[in-house]
């Protein structure tokens, strides 16, 4: 699949949630003024179009948006088996309300 094709279904909208505090913030925060929707974000990290984020991607998008953080602090939002795929992604990070995401 290529960046803009998702081999993702969502049953269920993802309700979208304004951080306040911690790490989470800080990142959210920067995605929402450098990018029109969290999609957007995740296809910018995903540098290498593999649908799913590592530790190492997610670290290295953020110091390209301007953010130092370790792979420590990044270790919560990383689920076990050590990849955040879209769904995850937008869990953690959505801004705005997601309605469907397709297969396409």
């Known amino acids: 699949a290529t960046k803009q094709e998702w081999s993702y279904k969502a049953a269920a909208a993802i309700r979208g949630k ?10 959210q925060t920067r995605f929402r003024c450098l990018f029109d929707a969290p999609t957007d ?11 799913t ?18 792979i420590m602090e990044l270790g919560p939002a990383v689920s076990s088996d ?3 795929d879209l769904l ?14 397709e297969d396409t």
């Open 88 to 101: 995850e992604f937008l869990r953690l990070f959505a801004w705005v309300d997601i309605a469907v995401i």
């Open 82 to 84: 050590g990849q955040v």
């Open 53 to 70: 984020l590592s530790t190492l991607e997610l670290q290295r998008g953020c110091k390209r948006i301007g953010l130092d953080v370790t």
């Open 41 to 51: 974000a995740f296809v910018f990290l995903d540098q290498d179009a593999g649908d």
């Open 18 to 27: 304004q951080h306040t505090k911690g790490l989470r913030a800080k990142l």
